[in-house]
């Protein structure tokens, strides 16, 4: 996984967030997609909506001990799916990752999984629902290219972008764990990983 296919592109520091262009091949974005179908399966996409009531133009599930969800009742890890069904385990593929790119032994809480269709994007925003922030994030993007934007710790700043293809792992930490972040757009069609096509990404969180 990654790191024991030998060498990888250099890390690249945007904003003090740790982008590692291709940490997956081929075979491992698809052996991770192939993981993801059966954690949809048990735990269906679903579209959240903001506290205020706007529908977001992401899909999402989970997997792990918590979900990440919204709805009017606001922001919050839950235990359980929106069906009542608690969420499926973290792929071991997935908990390879985390390991590998953070070193740590503790294994991540949640598993959030996005699903951005034609047009689809995400707001500028903190992650901020967990308890401690000294705990890295870790996001994986498999399928479309996606504009990833990222500021500082407050939001109206100076953001710098970078595009986040198949394959590309990120990691928040530090100074950049409570960075604004966003997906301004992503390039529909620019990757044909995914059947339905659109762009999944995996955010890894320890949450309590
Ligand atoms: C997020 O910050 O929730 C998602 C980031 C991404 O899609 O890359
Ligand atoms: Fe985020």
Known sequence: MGGTSGTHDAALDI???????????????????????????EA???RPETPRGKPMSVRMTAAGRYGWVSDRRGYRYEPRHPSGVPWPPIPD???????????????????LVNWY???ARMGLHQDRDEA???????????????????GGTE?????ASVWLRSGDVAVLEGESRLA?????????????????????????????
Do not use: K, Y
């Open 180 to 208: 604004f972040h966003g997906i301004d757009r992503i390039r529909h069609g620019s990757s044909s990983l995914l059947q339905q096509g659109g762009r999944i990404n995996l955010t890894l969180r320890v949450v309590d």
């Open 15 to 41: 904003r003090g967030v740790r982008v590692l262009p291709g940490w997956l091949d081929a075979d491992e974005q698809a052996a991770l997609v192939a993981r993801l179908r059966d954690v949809a399966r």
């Open 132 to 150: 401690d922030f000294a705990w890295p994030v870790v996001s994986v993007s498999l399928g479309d290219a996606a504009l990833f934007r990222v």
């Open 155 to 159: 939001r109206g700043g100076r953001t």
């Open 117 to 119: 269709g034609e047009g």
């Open 93 to 111: 593929e997935v908990l390879a990752v985390w390991r590998a790119v953070t070193g740590l032994d503790r294994a991540p809480d949640c598993c």
């Open 44 to 46: 269906p996409f679903f």
